[in-house]
């Protein structure tokens, strides 16, 4: 089922937005005015709809930046809950002191809160809502309980008009989280073919069955891409350094956004631009390098050509 024909929205590109530059970070410094402006102008000639991760100061400055200077954009907004429980199965480290999974919850509740209140305060630029980013996935370093997630929907639910998913890797959807997608408004999905070996040959394809896979369980409800893309450099941290580079990032963009545009599919790109605060310190970390921009604003060559 088509997420725009279900929702009354028209068919628009999307992308995924976090505005952190170089020396910037969740927590602080944050981007300022001028930055965040900066960056819609450059986004808003290819994409309207924008996809922000957390109810933090930042989206607070996006959302701010978005009504001052009237720009054209939908967004969806999430609230990215913490740990609260350990997840021994996470390779980076998902065990916490039981005094942090404590604060955790409770700082969750309150991102719900302000999910639930900025969804109200900005109507017509919030358009949908999601109450976590891989939080159930089993190699999680921010595990949350299923059960707690869709308390979490529900309350959303019962406060805002605007519909209500969680982004969760494809994986999940086709078992472990039946009883969350029950409860959502649409599901929504991630998908990875470099993360899991595929070779740009076999990415689109890799794509579209993870697609199917989860669309196909849930017949009454649209399924959204919320994440997709390819890293154009990498350490070999979980990802082969020979798979990756801009030449490939374009081919997979090409494909990805042709098949969307054919299906009238809504399908948040990864990323808009290059973040250098995340993952480890090696420059070359993948995580560093998703963008379809650099962290310098300079177009990659998906968007040079």
Known sequence: MQFFEWFGLRPAKAICYSGFRDGQQPGGPYPSYEQVKEDLLLLRKNWNYLRLYDCDDHAAMVLQVIAQEQLDFQVMLGAYIEAEVNNDNCPWGGVYEVEQLERNKRANEQKIERL???ANAHPKVVFSLSVGNEACVNWTDHLVSV???????????????QPVTFCENYLPWLEHLRPLAEVLDFVSIHTYPVWEYKTVEEALHFTQENFKAVASLYPNKPTVITEAGW???????GILPERVNEHYQKRYYDQIMQWVDEKQLLMFYFEAFDEAWKGSD??????????LYFSDRTPKLALRS
């Open 116 to 118: 639930i209140h900025w």
């Open 147 to 161: 059960d707690r997630v869709i308390a979490f929907a529900q309350e959303v639910k019962a406060h805002t008009p």
């Open 231 to 237: 890293a154009t450099r990498s350490n070999g941290r």
């Open 282 to 291: 090696d420059p070359l970390e993948p995580e560093k390098h998703w963008g």
